[in-house]
């Protein structure tokens, strides 16, 4: 299979240390990836992420600051700024200029974990407003957080990608009528996941785009091991049998979705 875009990675991960070279460089191309928007967490890996778009023509860079890292005592955000994520949103402010960058991200809310509700909204709705101010798409993060994520799309009116959609098919109609784009990776594979089915069964196809979260949320078969780009073959496998079509259209068309957001360098 060819035509795979990975529209959310994080290949700046320890966990690709031992092999990054040798799997970007040459497996993942070979195996038919075509595209990776590699997304920041925080300042600390942003560096990272634009040095692998710097190095690797198919890769295209997404900056910004995790509502976890709010939490993370190893963080830049908490580590380096002493939570003053403004403070550290200004220092990245300048790496935005660089022409491999194509998204802000990854940003938004996460209530799953004991994180300041008021500090991560105030920091979503910043970089929200960044990404207006330099004409980006977004990619947002929304973990248990779908009234206030919500809300502030209906404010700022993004366009980009729900990473890893878990609202239901009812929103789905209307995010996806105000342009946005829906991400499905490896969590719309297992057992139980009937809400991921209802939604791309029932959204626009030109709205849906194709992403791993790697190295986290490996489709099955081959759930529990690290996940790389090349598994969205399974993913497009189990969305081609929703669709009654091929694998290979379904990578066809939600290329063309990524690239029309994120396009080619």
Known sequence: MTNIFDTHAHYSSRRFDADRARLLGQDLPAGGVVGVLECATHSGDAPRVLELARTYPYIRAALGIHPESLGEEDA????????????????????????????????????????PAREQYDL??????????????????????????????????????LHCYSGSAEDAAWLTDMGLCL???GAVTYKGAKRAAKVLAVIPHECAVLETDCPYMSPEPVRGARNDSRNIAHVARYIAELWQTDAQCVLDLCCANARRLFGPR
């Open 124 to 161: 979503f709705e910043a970089q929200l407003k960044l990404a207006a101010e330099l004409g980006l798409p977004v990619s947002i993060h929304d973990r248990e957080a779908h009234a206030e994520v919500y809300e502030l799309i209906r404010r700022y009116k993004p366009r980009g990608v």
């Open 183 to 185: 991400g499905f990776g």
């Open 76 to 115: 830049p955000t908490v580590a380096v700024y002493g939570g003053d994520w403004r403070a550290e949103l200004a220092a990245m402010r300048p790496l935005f200029e660089d022409g491999a960058v194509a998204a802000v991200g990854e940003i938004g809310l996460d209530h799953h974990w004991p994180l």
